[in-house]
């Protein structure tokens, strides 16, 4: 065994004791023991079994809680010790913003600026009163926001800092990139709010907010915004351009032979704590989440090209509990298929067992993923391998080529030029070319698997709109989920991660397959008073929030309660084949669905089948016919408005009838529409659970 492996095996065997909880449990001690004996045992059966990198899904338990790990925080420290000036703090939710600000950190050698990458949540943020004490520092920030302008979770705490404070930050230079969708109304909040703050606190912007659009194309904006950010920072602190182009890797490479494995210590598909899937072990969140059997996963339309799922997750051992309008995510498992495909054009071992290593001492993110761990598993749970690759990633890819076209190619696409943009558009947007497509289309480029795993984002969990209640169903959460599945002009069917895994794992005869998942508290809320009337406009799988919701009513009216009116607007392509809930299909799980609910007066239905006639009708249509009835509730009846589904087109056209409704019905100016508008939204009577 060489001394890197097995120190790095040393070290991730420590690792994770600590994550494992406070420290180890009795049961944990018996176990490593146990296994540590057996080392010899399965040397012999590993050889036999590494093909099978699966989650032993069939043997876990449940344990109490363990302690959390403490980490450093003091940022000011990590920079003095490593000599560093730069440091760029991302608010991320899905691993965006903490790409982009790992390659600023990164690019700062290229104008002698030692950057380093820094998550909020694990530093003291109020460190930023002394960043003026490093000489010519910066602080950047990469922020993203999300629901109603809020910020990331890891963000809350610092953000929730800077709104309520009033810290001195004269002297702290800083900028910000912001992470947005158009598509929202509160395009890019956080980021304006504190590009504007900073300044009010003090401290001197060196270059102009960056707003990225996600709509649009994100990898664009960022580097054009940096584009313009560096030499802004070179005169700002009088420095210069290196002039070179540094390719470093951050992490570095360790392989492990299989004699030198300490058995029990490779990852198999955890989040984070080693073994967490086959010793479960309350509460369950994002890092720790609960292996859900798949109760019942059955279609729900009836006829056309496409797939709508509806997945009921046993929660019941979870302790995990769950309200109307919550969200469950779910992590996918990516297709074996394009898992092998990858592993051949890279000419790697599948099997092989390795570590990445990050380069930097100082950051808190020692591994990209959970390591050491064996290629399959990487490429399978924890990277994602069908992203859309963006323009930094060709970049390194063009280093191994060997054909000097194809590295033209690469190398021209990862340019700020027009024609490299209209390339990247063309190449991998509208083709939709994912890494492997890459490969097999650029044929003299052979990248070692390593150094992709590297590159690629970390493969993120699915929400899912809960389409339960809990009164009805306090063991199980439903999902509604329209199954991803495209050509591409190339002529490959792209298919979803995670609703192509779904759709592949029924339960059959008894087996029931699990799959991680953890509830997110959402702000969707239904009124507090069950006689408050409700409008609830749901087009597809806009749908399933609305499910929970009449599930909730109709059981408090059953039990005797005043329920306001339950309008429901919901719409589909045709009545005899998508429109999903239409009537119960089993009296055992679901009693009533839509027709039913409407036949026995629990809901108002307006159906819009988009295609069922020549002209294309959809909800939008039918709630301007409605306008009276809009009026009334939200503007004479304090009712509550909701609308769940596409956020790109749907949902601004919703908001745009109500506008026009609270004008032309309650005789307000535009102005004044706006206002009220935005008084509903902030009493939460005007709600949106949208995506795109
Ligand atoms: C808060 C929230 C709630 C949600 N609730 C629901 C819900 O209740 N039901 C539901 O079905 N989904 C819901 N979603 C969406 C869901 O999380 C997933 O994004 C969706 O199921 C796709 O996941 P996937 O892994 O199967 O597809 P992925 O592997 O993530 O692929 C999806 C991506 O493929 C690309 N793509 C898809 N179609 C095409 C096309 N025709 N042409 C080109 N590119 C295309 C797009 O880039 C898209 O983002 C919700 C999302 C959020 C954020
Ligand atoms: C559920 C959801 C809500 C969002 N809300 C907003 C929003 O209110 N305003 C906005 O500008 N962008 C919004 N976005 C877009 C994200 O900010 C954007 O996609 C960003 O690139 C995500 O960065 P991250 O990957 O670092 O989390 C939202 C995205 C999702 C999925």
């Not at 705490?157 to 158009?182: I, S």
């Amino acid at each position: 065994m060489t001394e890197n492996s097995q120190d790095v095996l040393k070290d991730a065997a420590a690792a994770a004791a600590v994550a494992g909880g406070s420290l180890f449990s009795t049961f944990d001690i018996f176990m490593l023991v146990v296994l540590l004996g057996g080392a010899i045992w399965w040397l012999w059966s590993s050889r036999k079994d590494n093909k099978k990198d699966e989650i032993l899904l069939s043997k876990y338990s449940i344990q109490p809680a363990g302690t959390i790990q403490v980490t450093e925080n003091s940022f000011i420290k990590k920079l003095q010790a490593s000599g560093r000036s730069l440091v760029v703090f991302y608010g991320s939710q899905t691993g965006t913003g903490e790409e982009f600000a790992g390659r600023l950190a990164k690019e700062g050698i290229r104008y002698k600026m030692k950057g380093m990458v820094a998550d909020p949540e694990e530093c003291d943020m109020e460190e930023l009163t002394k960043l003026k004490d490093i000489p010519n520092s910066l602080a950047v920030f990469c922020m993203a926001t999300y629901g109603e302008g809020d910020p990331t979770d890891n963000a809350m705490e610092f953000y929730e800092w800077l709104k309520n404070g009033d810290p001195d930050l004269t002297g702290l230079n800083y900028a910000v990139f912001g992470l947005g969708n158009k598509t929202y109304e509160h395009y890019n909040a956080v980021a304006i709010y504190l590009d504007k703050k900073l300044e009010e606190l003090g401290a001197t912007r060196v270059y102009e907010v960056g707003l990225g659009d996600d709509d649009a194309n994100i990898e664009d904006d960022f580097i054009t915004w940096k584009d313009k950010f560096w030499p802004a920072v070179c005169e700002k602190f009088n420095i210069e351009s290196t002039g070179e182009e540094e390719l470093v890797r951050q992490f570095r490479l360790v392989t492990h032979a299989p004699v030198d494995i300490i058995p029990n210590s490779v990852f198999t598909g955890e989040i984070a704590r080693l073994h967490s899937l086959q010793v479960q072990r309350p509460p369950y969140d994002a890092k720790n989440p609960f292996l859900a059997q798949i109760k019942v996963n059955r279609e729900l339309h009836k006829g056309g090209d496409r797939s709508c799922l509806h997945v009921e997750l046993d929660i019941s051992e979870s302790k995990m509990r769950y309200e109307a309008g919550d969200h469950v995510a779910v992590y996918p498992i990516n297709d074996i298929n394009l898992v092998e495909q990858l592993g051949k054009l890279t000419s790697a071992n599948l099997d092989e067992v390795f570590s990445l290593i990050n380069t930097d001492q100082e950051s808190s993110k020692k591994h990209p993923f959970p390591c050491p761990t064996t290629y399959r598993t990487a490429l399978s749970h924890y990277i994602e391998i069908t992203a859309l690759p963006r323009t930094h990633i060709l970049r390194e890819l063009a280093e191994y080529c060997t054909d000097e076209e194809d590295k033209k190619k690469l190398l021209l696409m990862a340019t700020n030029s027009q024609e490299g943009k209209d390339l990247f558009q063309s190449f991998i947007t509208e083709a939709c070319r994912n890494i492997v497509h890459i490969l097999e289309d650029i044929k003299s480029c052979k990248p070692p698997l390593d150094h992709i795993c590297e590159l690629l984002p970390r493969l993120q969990p699915r929400y899912y709109s809960i389409s339960s209640s809990p009164k009805l169903h306090p063991d199980t959460v439903h999902i509604t989920a329209v199954v991803v599945k495209y050509k591409t002009p190339t002529g490959r069917v792209n298919k979803g991660v995670a609703t192509t895994w779904l759709a592949n794992h029924k339960p059959t005869d008894g087996d029931y397959p699990r799959v991680p998942v953890f509830i997110r508290k959402s702000q969707f809320r239904l009124p507090l008073q069950t006689q408050t009337p409700i409008i609830m406009v749901g087009p597809g799988t806009g749908l399933a929030p609305f499910r929970g919701f009449l599930q909730e009513r109709a059981h408090a009216r059953a039990n005797g309660k005043e329920v306001g009116d339950n309008i429901l607007f919901f719409g589909c392509r045709h009545r005899d084949q998508d429109y999903i809930y239409k009537e119960a299909s089993s009296a055992l799980f679901n009693k009533w669905e839509l027709e039913e609910y409407s036949k026995n007066g629990n809901v108002t239905l307006n159906l819009a089948f988009s295609r069922d006639q020549e002209k294309k009708v959809y909800v939008t249509h039918l709630l301007e016919q409605n306008m009276d009835q809009l009026w009334d509730i939200i503007g004479n009846r304090n009712g509550h408005f909701y609308i769940c589904g596409d956020a790109k087109n749907m949902a601004v056209d919703v908001r745009n009838i109500i506008l026009k409704a609270i004008q032309e019905k309650g005789g307000k100016t535009e102005a004044e529409a706006v206002q009220f508008l935005k008084k509903l939204e902030s009493m939460k009577k005007y709600s949106a659970d949208v995506w795109s």
